[in-house]
């Protein structure tokens, strides 16, 4: 094991379309996608995409869904540990216009106990806040045993303040500053006090608020995608958060910063794909977004080079 995530699965079906009907009004939409969905299940299959694969601790039942989501895990070789839950969970997602709207149906209510396993060559663990006890649970022992610990804070839970006490890096969305009444300057000083040692707030196109291992606050600007070419933002959060799971273990010696900015170029390019398969990066395809976007910069330095 050389990474552990874990969270609650769902099947998504991510559809495009310009409208939206109700009553008894139907509508074609132009083109759909099916595919894996949940915040630490996404990631951990766009960390095994950039070529580490993790294990994954997640919901799974047994029906059609259930065996569709075994089916996609086997494909990628992510070795499922599953929590055994009576209904699949299952996302209906609708992009439109750098946004999304999304319905949910979640079967939460877990059968059994979470399991138990042996965390012997694991490196990293990623959580999302779901499977509360299993999330805790895990991150102390990483914690002792001096694994690093990353949480995706989407939105406040019931353990979230205890849970942070574990938490090395916590990359969170401004709807959780919302939940608790914080503004983003504000969060990462209640990350600080939590003894977080890395911490964010992530802004959508406005890029990443976050604070280094200095402790130093600064922002980190989003790759620039022209707005044609934005297809489907819903993931993109998910696979930002793998990716930077997948550098630690690639190369932990390398700052956050550098971490962080690999994240970037996944992340743009997901959002380039409808449904979080299509939107997977592979190593070449997160350097080449990365180099196109450096090229301009470093034009546009020689030009104000040569001006002064």
């Not at 990628?76 to 209904?87: C, M």
């Not at 949910?104 to 059968?111: E, G, H, N, T, V």
């Not at 938490?167 to 006090?193: G, N």
Request: charged share 25%; glycine share 8%.
């Amino acid at each position: 094991m050389q990474a552990l995530f874990i969270g609650q699965t769902y099947i998504d079906v991510t559809f495009l379309t310009d409208h939206m009907p109700t009553g008894d009004e139907k509508y074609v939409a132009s083109t759909y996608a099916v595919s894996f969905g949940g915040n630490a299940v996404t990631a951990a299959f766009c960390c095994a995409k950039l070529g580490i694969v993790p294990d994954l601790i997640a919901t799974l039942a047994d029906d059609w869904l259930g065996r569709m989501f075994v089916d996609m895990a086997a494909k990628y070789a992510i070795p499922v540990h599953p929590r055994k839950v009576r209904s699949s969970s299952l996302s209906f997602i609708m992009p439109n216009d750098g946004k999304r709207a999304i319905v949910r149906c979640r079967d939460d209510d877990y059968l059994h106990p979470f399991p138990h396993l042996n965390i012997q060559g694991c490196r990293a663990l990623h959580l999302d806040g779901h499977q509360g006890d299993a999330a805790l649970y895990y991150a102390k022992l990483c914690r002792e045993n001096g694994i690093l610990t990353s949480l995706d804070g989407g939105g406040l839970r019931s353990d979230t303040d205890e849970l942070l006490r574990y938490i090395d890096i916590a990359v969170v969305a401004e709807r959780l500053c919302e939940q608790m009444e914080l503004s983003d300057e504000d969060m990462l000083a209640y990350l600080k006090s939590r003894g977080c040692r890395i911490g964010a707030v992530t802004q959508g196109e406005r890029g990443m608020l976050w604070y280094d291992e200095t402790g130093r606050v600064t922002r980190m600007a989003a790759l620039p995608v022209p707005r044609e070419k934005i297809i489907d933002t819903s993931g993109a959060g998910d696979v930002f958060h793998g990716a930077y799971v997948y550098s630690y273990l690639a190369d932990p010696g390398k700052r956050w910063e550098e971490h962080f900015h690999f994240a970037q170029g996944a992340s743009a390019y997901k959002i380039q794909h409808l449904g979080n398969e299509a939107g997977l990066p592979t190593l070449a395809d997160v350097q080449a977004l990365i180099r196109e976007n450096a090229a301009p910069a470093a034009a546009g330095a020689a030009t104000r080079t040569r001006r002064a």
